[in-house]
């Protein structure tokens, strides 16, 4: 690195001292955003869709603003913006590792978020390996294994820890492999339940198998420490993370990876590229995150990360934990006082969860209830099988969704019953008030119905204003 001086000290120091009106520990963009009512009327958006994408931090959007203005090219730049711009890449590089707390010889890659990680890893692993998934995991997790020279054993979805462990042994034992590959969630999409990821991979690493995690649930919501759960790997997108710019990390053990091929062919992957003399072209490849991060990385998008990582981290993820847990502790209650409600649950509703809930309201259908909750109250939830078909499917059962006025939507297998759910999550941005009006909402659906008329609108629930 050139003797420029590094960009941290005036950039990292842009943090705003703003903060929100209201309880939430951290202040984030849109907070104060006021969105239209079919009524007529303007409120104050109720986001809670958080699981989804995190509306962005304050802090993220402010250090990313004081940096724009000096954006350049990243690595082989002789200027003093490509310089500042690498090192300030790199250094976001760093911010990762130590929010990770990841192990001497751990690499961290910059990626586009937890589906290109995961796929990512998918195309390093070594011909011949087996993978092993719960049915419960979010497609990200679920389908990048399914490849030629890998093959897959899902596992049929467990109802207790004890019974997760206890299927992972049982499979292991029974299915050898040269090379074997447990990927696990730390929090589900659907349900915010925890697993027993600590357990999981002592299990798998007893058996001589690997184990990646999917923290896409889970770092938003808890400290993650690579070296204390011991896994092999972790992925996590940035813009569950609080950080816009379409970032995610593959972070974890180096081996595999600087034995495979390449993610992309490409300039910054080649360390060199020479003509032969029978016409072809021979490439070394570069070792370490360069070998995968080919092309112009997106440094904004790293930087965002890196500042939220920050953030939480300075927050203290005590803090945000048990203000968490008072959340779901009131969301929890005051859903449980409407009979007609069923939350939706794996391992029984005393597990242990991160602020994100999926339910069923009897004799509602479920796109039509969120759709009444966004055109009559300013609430944005989330309806539908949450790119987790097979995990909703076992916790719906047989319970087809009701029929509605707007009509239900289209089964995603033929001959199949509609099936469809609401999720309802939340984080460190979210004040009380927002999930009071959410309990509010709820009771008045349930007790007095849809106030207005809904249609379906390209396979959505829409508010009917055609009067």
């Known amino acids: 690195m050139s003797a420029h001086p ?20 951290l202040a984030v963009l849109g907070h104060d955003v006021q969105v239209p009512l079919v009524s007529g009327e303007k409120v104050t958006y109720a986001a809670l869709d958080y699981a989804a994408s995190s509306p962005a931090l304050q802090r993220v959007w402010d250090d990313v603003a004081a940096y724009a203005p000096y954006y350049g090219s990243v690595h082989r730049g002789a200027g003093y913006l490509s310089q500042l711009s690498t090192d300030l890449f790199e250094q976001s590089r760093r911010t990762v590792e130590e929010f990770l707390d990841l192990r001497e010889g751990d690499q961290v890659v910059f990626t586009r978020a937890t589906t290109d990680s995961l796929n990512l890893l998918a195309g390093a692993l070594p011909a011949g390996t087996r993978v092993f998934a719960f049915e419960t995991e979010h497609h990200a997790s679920l389908l990048p294994w399914r490849r030629d020279g890998l093959t897959v054993s899902y596992l049929r ?18 299915q050898p492999a040269e090379h074997r590959l447990f990927c696990v969630t730390g929090a589900s999409n659907v349900t915010g339940e925890l697993w027993p990821v600590a357990e999981l991979t002592e299990v798998a690493h007893r058996h001589g198998a690997r184990v990646v995690l999917d923290a896409a649930q889970l770092a938003p919501h808890h400290r993650v420490s690579v070296r204390e759960l011991d896994v092999d790997w972790i992925a996590f997108s940035g813009h569950k993370l ?9 972070a974890g053990r180096s081996d595999w990876l600087d034995a495979a091929e390449p993610y992309l062919a490409g300039g910054g992957a080649s360390r060199t590229v020479a003509r032969e003399l029978d016409g072809s072209v021979a490439v070394e490849w570069q070792t370490g995150p360069a070998r995968h991060e080919a092309g ?8 965002a990360v890196a500042s ?20 779901i502790e009131r969301l929890k209650a005051g859903l449980a006082e409407v009979p007609e409600v069923r939350v939706l649950s794996l391992f029984g509703e005393d597990a242990a969860r991160v602020g994100v809930l999926s339910f069923v309201v009897q004799g509602w259908n479920s796109s039509h209830f969120s759709a009444a909750l966004s055109a009559e109250y ?60 959410f309990l509010a909402a709820v009771r008045e659906l349930v007790s007095d119905g849809a106030a207005w008329t809904y249609r379906n609108e390209g396979g959505r629930c829409v508010a009917d204003t055609r009067r």
Do not use: K, M, W
Not at 165 to 171: G, H, Q, S, Y
Not at 242 to 250: E, I, K, M, N, R
Not at 296 to 303: L, M
Not at 312 to 326: N, S, W, Y
């Open 378 to 437: 300013g609430i944005g939830v989330r309806d539908g099988l949450f790119c987790a078909h097979p995990l909703v499917r076992t916790l719906l059962g047989g319970e087809e969704a009701a029929p509605s006025e707007c009509g239900a939507p289209e089964p995603s297998l033929p001959g199949e019953r509609s099936l469809n759910a609401i999720r309802v999550s939340f984080g460190a941005g979210t004040p009380d008030e927002h999930l009071e009006r």
């Open 308 to 327: 939220a990582c920050r953030a939480l981290t300075e927050a203290g993820f005590d803090v945000l934990e048990a203000r968490e847990q008072h959340l």
């Open 157 to 174: 979805a467990p109802r207790s820890h004890a019974e997760a462990v206890a299927a992972l042994d049982a499979a292991l034992a029974e």
């Open 242 to 250: 609080y950080a816009p710019f379409g970032a995610g990390v593959l």
């Open 6 to 25: 590094s960009p941290a000290a005036a950039l990292v120091s842009s943090r705003s001292a703003r903060h929100l009106p209201t309880c939430a520990p």
């Open 296 to 303: 112009s990385p997106n440094v904004i998008g790293a930087y």
